[in-house]
């Protein structure tokens, strides 16, 4: 359940990126509606882009946005055997092609932008 808080922080992150680019805060007058969010699973050995979309969904909407476009993306993993790229997720997290157990990426295992409207907040 550690995606949770992993996805709280990078949608917070995200948002606060926006705001200090002379846009206000949401919910102020004036701002800036989010229109996409953009998810990037950096190691999908531990967070499963699923999930990743879930908890996005939940700390947007816990910011009253409900009605942004969600993208999630997973970079693939090098198996260090025999050096081919993988698509994985946390419940299969071996080589498709020689079974080696596949490394840990180690740093942000997720990261978030934000693409913002040109519509403003109510």
Do not use: K, Y
């Amino acid at each position: 359940m550690h995606e949770a808080g992993l996805l709280a922080a990078a949608v917070a992150d995200a948002l606060a990126a926006g705001e200090s680019r002379d846009r206000p805060g949401p919910g102020a007058a004036g701002a800036r509606r989010p229109a996409r969010l953009e998810v990037r699973v950096h190691d999908p050995v531990h967070v499963a882009p699923e999930s990743a979309r879930m908890h996005a969904e939940l700390a947007l909407r816990a910011r009253g946005f409900t009605d942004v476009t969600i993208d999630v993306t997973a970079d693939p993993v090098t198996c260090v055997l025999c050096d081919q790229p993988n698509q994985v997720t946390p419940d299969h997290p071996f080589c498709a092609a020689c079974g080696w157990p596949l490394p840990d990426r180690g740093g942000h295992a997720v990261e978030a932008t934000i693409r913002w409207s040109d519509e403003v907040c109510a």
